[in-house]
């Protein structure tokens, strides 16, 4: 298995220092209904970048959270989604008050769509 140090984004878009994406990964959750085409949706914040663009290092938005080399959860990885077009600040802010009841841990979503319905408030208005 080859070691993988770096990941593009899936619409082919630059990745820079600062800019958020979405992180995709497969989670199949048989014990609760979650079949194989179940997935968690993380928003990230791109720390380190290769010269070609892709990204080397991320921000989960685990309060506390430290970068994350690509290296060590490449597999883990579906796709990263450029998510550019929104305001990293309230986007952060509303992925972080996404946590699990009773907890402030923050919880992942269960679909794109799911995380697009959740930070449309932190969409950047169309210039």
Request: net charge positive; hydrophobic share 45%; charged share 20%.
């Amino acid at each position: 298995m080859s070691r993988v140090d770096a990941v593009a984004l899936a619409n082919g878009a630059q990745a820079r220092r600062g800019d958020v994406a979405l992180l995709v990964s497969p989670h199949p959750e048989p014990l609760t209904g979650g079949g194989p085409d179940a997935v968690h949706v993380e928003l990230i914040v791109i720390r380190s970048v290769t010269r070609d663009g892709r990204v080397r290092g991320y921000e989960q938005m685990w309060p506390g959270g430290r970068p994350v080399r690509v290296a060590t959860t490449a597999w883990s990885i579906a796709r990263l989604l450029d998510a550019s077009a929104l305001d990293t600040a309230r986007a952060v802010a509303i992925a972080r008050a996404h946590t699990y009841p009773g907890s402030s841990q923050v919880r992942p979503w269960g679909s794109l769509a799911e995380a697009h319905a959740a930070l449309a408030a932190a969409r950047k208005p169309a210039t």
